[in-house]
């Protein structure tokens, strides 16, 4: 007679990607903006998303595959940007979006 084992799974919560925080480079004519945010555990890769209409609005992804804590953006035209950060977690999982970053406003002369 075969013995039969039995177990139960039991999923794990995905961690939270950490709310990232934004700043302007120096100087402002470069108009671009930092993002960087605390390591995830167990995180694979991290991608990064923005908005630029509301914190709430709809994101697209500005890169992904990232290792490090931190990326900066291309140069940006005028404009109110919100940013997200998704970290990877194994190789199939992505956790929840972090909190939207503080609203950066790009204007004609400066970065805010």
């Known amino acids: 007679m075969a013995t039969v084992n039995s177990g ?6 995905l ?3 950490s709310t990232p925080t934004a700043a302007c480079t120096s100087p402002a004519s470069a108009k671009t903006v ?15 998303y923005q908005s630029n209409t ?3 609005g709809t994101y697209t992804v500005q890169t992904s595959g990232l290792t490090a804590t931190s990326w900066t953006t291309a ?6 940007y ?16 972090s909190a939207a970053s503080a609203e950066r406003i790009i204007s004609s002369s400066s970065c805010s």
Do not use: R
């Open 8 to 13: 139960e799974a039991q999923a794990q919560p």
């Open 15 to 17: 961690p939270t990607a």
């Open 34 to 48: 930092k993002i960087s945010w605390t390591a995830v555990s167990h995180a694979t890769a991290y991608a990064v």
């Open 54 to 56: 509301t914190a709430s």
């Open 75 to 80: 140069a940006l035209a005028a404009g109110d």
């Open 82 to 97: 919100w940013y997200e950060v998704v970290a990877d977690v194994g190789s199939n999982w992505a956790s929840a979006k």
